[in-house]
Structure formats: structure tokens, C-alpha cells
T-cell receptor, first 114, second 115 residues
Framework: AQSVTQPDIHITVSEGASLELRCNYSYGATPYLFWYVQSPGQGLQLLLKYFSGDTLVQGIKGFEAEFKRSQSSFNLRKPSVHWSDAAEYFCAVGASFGNEKLTFGTGTRLTIIP | ETGVTQSPTHLIKTRGQQVTLRCSSQSGHNTVSWYQQALGQGPQFIFQYYREEENGRGNFPPRFSGLQFPNYSSELNVNALELDDSALYLC??????????????FGPGTRLLVL
């Protein structure tokens, strides 16, 4: 069974500082990996996705993520956070083919301090 | 904006009642998935519909049922509501075919409160 672990429940970062959110997955085959962001009371917005190819993936809003198969990780990074980045971030894994479900982690809540 | 819409935005029901939530997929998408997101949790997969047929189901009881219509809009029905059904219900649409995974785009959700 596929699973996702986001070990950090809550992270606080100063505005302008760098950010890294951790994601570890468990999946028997080649995974499809996603990062979504959710603002309070809102749905999920796709930040970036990894299907294949270059293991460093660029997304929207200046985010990037790196797929490391040997570590079963897909960590999200941003070099300089903005106050508007405060939100809940979810990592998700899906099968590499077919119409299968996404499995989400429990999320990391990001707080930005001035 | 993903082009996926859901209605209603908020809903209050009492235990034992039935509820229907609606989702309009992004234009051209043939697959819809429904997720339940309890407070403080990540979304949990309920089921998926592909071309009007159920195409996978998560660990949810049969009182959770769905429909997908020819125009690819969808409904989630929950019978005999329980307090634990209180959650944000998200639908996601995608274009699936040829065994190739495509990105799911999420709607804003319907927040259901069961009293």
C-alpha cells in the first residue's frame, strides 16, 4: 500500500528565509509525486508534480522539489518565503499509471513571521 | 482557478439525514475523484468515477455513494449521516486515458457539518 509521511506538523519561518518541507513516500513502483497548497477554508492548489525525467522539478510561486529515489523523498523548497506563503502544504503520491487514487500526507502548516 | 466547481459551499445537517454534494468538472475532463478531509488531516480518497462508472474506492462504507453524469458532472451522496462525517469534501477532476496518469485539479470543497 502506498503511504506518505510529512514529519513536520508545523514549521515557522521568518519572511525572506529559506524553506524546506519534508516528504517521504512508500510505493512499490515508480511513483507520481505532487505537492499541493491549501489556504484556510480553501481547496487544494497544485504547486508542482513529478512524473519522470529531471528529478528537480520547478513549480509555481517559486517552489521547487527534488525527487530522491534512494531516500524515498520528495522535499519541497523555496529560497525566500513571502508572507503570502503561509498555508497548509500537502505531499501526495499516486500510481505511475492508471486511474488510481492519490494518497496524501497529513500536511505541514507553515507560519511566516515578519 | 481550476475550473472545478462544487456546491453548496457549506451545509449543516443532523445525524441520520442524507446529503447530496455536487461537482462540476473542468471542461474536457472525464474522471472525477472525491476526497474527505477531516479537520487537521490530509484528504482521504473516497472513490473515483471514470466515464460514469466507479473506478476505485477507498475505505468508506456503502452509505457513501456517487454518480457521474454524461456531461461528467458528479454527485456524492451520503446516507445516515454520522457526526464523524463532518469534514471538507473535495472533488478533483482529471483527463485519464491510455493508462497514463494525469494531474487531478481540485475544487474549493463543500464543508459539511453534522450535528
Amino acid at each position: 500500500a502506498q503511504s506518505v509521511t510529512q514529519p513536520d506538523i508545523h514549521i515557522t519561518v521568518s519572511e525572506g528565509a529559506s524553506l524546506e518541507l519534508r516528504c517521504n513516500y512508500s510505493y512499490g513502483a515508480t511513483p507520481y509525486l505532487f505537492w499541493y497548497v491549501q489556504s484556510p477554508g480553501q481547496g487544494l492548489q497544485l504547486l508542482l508534480k513529478y512524473f519522470s525525467g529531471d528529478t528537480l522539478v520547478q513549480g509555481i510561486k517559486g517552489f521547487e522539489a527534488e525527487f530522491k529515489r534512494s531516500q524515498s523523498s520528495f522535499n519541497l523548497r523555496k529560497p525566500s518565503v513571502h508572507w503570502s506563503d503561509a498555508a497548509e502544504y500537502f505531499c501526495a503520491v499516486g500510481a505511475s499509471f492508471g486511474n488510481e487514487k492519490l494518497t496524501f500526507g497529513t500536511g505541514t502548516r507553515l507560519t511566516i513571521i515578519p | 482557478e481550476t475550473g472545478v466547481t462544487q456546491s453548496p459551499t457549506h451545509l449543516i445537517k443532523t445525524r441520520g439525514q442524507q446529503v447530496t454534494l455536487r461537482c462540476s468538472s473542468q471542461s474536457g475532463h472525464n474522471t472525477v475523484s472525491w476526497y474527505q478531509q477531516a479537520l487537521g488531516q490530509g484528504p482521504q480518497f473516497i472513490f473515483q468515477y471514470y466515464r460514469e462508472e466507479e473506478n476505485g474506492r477507498g475505505n468508506f462504507p456503502p452509505r457513501f455513494s456517487g454518480l457521474q453524469f454524461p456531461n461528467y458532472s458528479s454527485e456524492l451522496n451520503v446516507n445516515a449521516l454520522e457526526l464523524d462525517d463532518s469534514a471538507l469534501y473535495l472533488c478533483a477532476s482529471s483527463l485519464e486515458g491510455r493508462g497514463k496518469k494525469e494531474t487531478q485539479y481540485f475544487g474549493p470543497g463543500t464543508r459539511l457539518l453534522v450535528l
